[in-house]
Nanobody
Framework: VQLVEGGGGLVQPGESLTLTCIAS???????MGWYRQAPGKQREFVAR???????DYSESVKGRFTIARNDAQNTINLNVNSLKPDDTALYYC???????WGKGTQVTVSS
């Protein structure tokens, strides 16, 4: 399975984006998630959703980001709202099993 992300861009603080991850095959019943890596920092967990649609989030994005999945279309989305400059990063899609990473989509928040 390959993962391809999209939807990133350059936005101003307070604006929103929808990030999309499309899998080339079935994502099955496995957990899917989003991670991000800012320049000079380690990759960090952002959000995860399981096959029962239970989601969890990092504290830094809770209440602002929403993750969703569509198993019929093999996609997951991440709605990112109220963006802050600290949200600037390369956002990666992740499939838990077999562990697979996309190449990322860049989100830049700047005035």
């Amino acid at each position: 399975v390959q993962l391809v992300e999209g939807g990133g861009g350059l936005v101003q603080p307070g604006e929103s984006l929808t990030l999309t991850c499309i899998a080339s095959g079935s994502i099955g019943t496995y957990d899917m998630g989003w991670y991000r890596q800012a320049p000079g920092k380690q990759r960090e967990f952002v959000a995860r959703i399981d096959s029962k649609l239970r989601a969890d989030y990092s504290e830094s994005v809770k209440g602002r980001f929403t993750i969703a999945r569509n198993d019929a279309q093999n996609t997951i989305n991440l709605n990112v709202n109220s963006l802050k400059p600290d949200d600037t990063a390369l956002y990666y899609c992740h499939l838990a099993l077999p562990e697979t990473w996309g190449k990322g989509t860049q989100v830049t928040v700047s005035s």
